[in-house]
């Protein structure tokens, strides 16, 4: 089973920007799909964003604009590049790693917007 870790989260304040890591134990590439989802507190899962093996990206309509997804293989971490930050993207954000067999989420790593 393979092991995410989340890590880069904490506190900024409206308009900053953070990145998020997801340092995976095992290739990248042996996933269909990879991607971040987030938690707001009293709300449920949210989808934020992923990427497949072949590179196709999609974004929840909330962060389209201003996160950013991408990856290094070399380093099996996915990266999530979050500019603009809004109180409301306040949350835990999860990284995921999905595929025909198997779905795995990490522990998950709290941001938190405020002024």
């Known amino acids: 089973q393979v092991q995410l870790v989340e890590s880069g989260g904490g506190l900024v304040q409206p308009g900053g920007s953070l990145k998020l890591s997801c340092a995976a134990s095992e290739n990248i590439f042996n996933f269909n799909e990879m991607g971040w989802l987030r938690q707001a507190p009293g709300k449920e899962l949210d989808f934020v964003a992923s990427?497949?093996?072949?590179?196709?990206?999609k974004y929840g309509d909330s962060v389209k604009g201003r996160f950013t997804i991408f990856r290094d293989g070399a380093k099996k971490t996915v990266y999530l590049q979050m500019n603009s930050l809004e109180p409301e993207d306040t949350a835990v954000y999860y990284c995921?790693?999905?595929?025909?067999?198997?779905?795995?989420r990490g522990q998950g790593t709290q941001v938190t917007v405020s002024s």
């Open positions: 995921y790693a999905s595929s025909v067999s198997s779905y795995n």
């Open positions: 990427i497949n093996v072949g590179g196709k990206i």
